[in-house]
């Protein structure tokens, strides 16, 4: 049984295009983080949410505590957003992390 | 601020034998993560440490280890390693609660032979 559950799995994009990725979780949580990662294995916390939602540059991500749901958006698609995004929620029961199994983003130029 | 470091950054290791990886957080973290990513399982936590004391734990076996060091850096062993250890280890540092933003070091890419 997987905690998290993320969609889609791979992604491709036209430059300039708006992009959507869900993620749906099963625990009670305290956190929620949406992650970067490229190729290499590097990792970049690009939110942490608790509530509502929040907007760096062109990136909005979303959570709706009630039907544990979130969502990252990112508006006019550029190739250097390709990389893996990963869902991640801290359980406050559990006392640890669950990810989901991100989503591989290629955005063509 | 210089970022999270990770020691080493490759690793080639036969079955059997043991492991020992060093993470040091960002100045002023006392918060340390470790977590495991493989192509087949994703990223899983192992354990989380604070003020050198393991506060978390995710569900591995204890061949597992680590610990902190008054300075917040952190170490995690493996002992009697299998081939599915092989993985791509990283940390990352928080202030104070694990469940604040992270910050990632680059990661030890571990082979198992």
Redesign the interface.
């Known amino acids: 049984k997987n905690e998290v559950e993320q969609s889609p799995q791979n992604l491709t994009a036209q430059e300039g295009e708006f992009i959507t990725i869900n993620c749906s979780y099963s625990v009670g949580i ?2 929620l ?1 949406w ?1 970067q990662q490229h190729p290499g ?5 690009l939110f ?1 949410l608790s509530s509502g939602k929040k907007k760096h540059g062109r990136l909005i991500a979303t959570i709706n505590i009630q039907e544990k749901h979130s969502s990252l958006h990112i508006t006019a698609s550029h190739p250097r957003d390709s990389a893996v995004y ?1 869902c ?1 929620v ?1 359980s ?1 029961t559990g ?8 989503t591989s983003l290629t955005v063509i130029p | 601020k210089a970022g999270v470091t990770q020691t080493p950054r490759y690793l080639i290791k036969t079955r059997g034998q043991q492991v020992t990886l060093s993470c040091s957080p960002i100045s002023g973290h006392r918060s340390v ?1 470790w ?1 495991q ?1 493989t192509p087949g399982q ?4 192992l354990f ?1 440490y604070f003020s050198e004391t393991q ?4 569900n591995f076996p204890g061949r597992f280890s680590g610990r902190q060091f008054s300075n917040s850096r952190s170490e995690m062993n493996v002992s009697t390693l299998e081939l599915g250890d092989s993985a ?1 280890y ?1 940390c ?1 540092s928080s202030f104070r609660q ?7 070091g ?2 030890t ?1 571990l082979l198992v032979l």
Do not use: D, W
């Open positions: 305290s956190a983080h992650l294995g590097g990792i970049v916390s942490m990963i991640a801290y406050n006392n640890q992390f669950y990810f989901g199994t991100g | 993560s977590y990513q994703g990223l899983q936590f989380e506060r978390n734990k995710g791509l990283l990352a694990m469940e604040e933003t992270q910050y990632f680059p990661g890419r």
